[in-house]
């Protein structure tokens, strides 16, 4: 990663920030409107130069469209888990791939481990089959935030509503069915938080 200006480094982490606490990436007018820029091209050129120095991606064609990317050159290493298996903690070593060199920091609050993502029922928020979901371990959500719970001996990554014993799982596809867990009759957990998403560097 190369060096970012003082400039850069408020505008990469208030990207970082904004993914955390909604869930999907800022528009160029949330930008102009957090650092009081006149004009979206000013946060685009920022995006740009963002973009040359490899922290983000952007993608064409969407107002929402950018994407964390993995920094190879950190020191550190977060365990990136694959396809877990029923009944096993997530962090057990048999679900951990590899670890991939990038700061835990990255991300606010911190990432504790990747897990690959598996279909598109997150597409909607620009959480593709493939990509590296970046998660703080809790057992806490609020409402509208995006998880991984494991219901039964499944784990899924969806948008947490509760309301009393039951809770809903959203997915951000309308392909897809919304989950309904009844806590008095099915087991229930939250494994941690959606905090960003990874595209590897190509």
């Known amino acids: 990663m ?3 200006t003082r400039r850069q480094k408020e505008i990469f982490s208030m990207i970082q920030s904004h993914i955390a606490t909604t869930g999907f990436p800022p528009t160029r007018t949330d930008i102009c409107e957090y650092f009081g820029f006149k004009s979206p091209t000013a946060a685009d050129d920022h995006l740009k130069a963002l973009e040359k120095k490899g922290v983000i991606e952007l993608i064409p064609g969407t107002s929402r469209g950018i994407r964390i990317v993995e920094d190879e050159d950190a020191e550190d290493g977060v365990p990136l888990v694959g396809r877990v298996a029923a009944g096993e903690p997530i ?4 679900n951990i791939e590899e670890y991939v ?3 835990p920091d990255l991300f606010h609050p911190h990432a504790d481990y990747l897990l690959t993502v598996q279909g ?3 597409q ?5 089959d493939g990509d590296l979901l970046a998660v703080h371990a809790t057992q806490e959500a609020h409402t509208n935030q995006i998880v991984v719970a494991r219901v039964d001996d499944e784990v899924t990554v969806k948008r947490f509503k509760q309301r009393g014993n039951i809770v809903t799982l959203h997915p951000e596809n309308e ?3 919304p989950i309904r867990v009844d806590l008095r009759e099915q087991e229930f957990s939250i494994e941690g938080v959606y905090v960003g998403v990874l595209r590897r560097g190509h």
Not at 91 to 94: A, G, H, I, P, T
Not at 124 to 128: A, E, F, K, S
């Open 120 to 122: 598109m029922s997150m």
């Open 2 to 4: 190369q060096q970012l």
């Open 101 to 103: 060199t990038m700061s």
């Open 124 to 128: 909607d928020v620009g959480i593709l």
């Open 91 to 94: 962090m057990s070593d048999e």
């Open 175 to 177: 392909d897809f069915d």
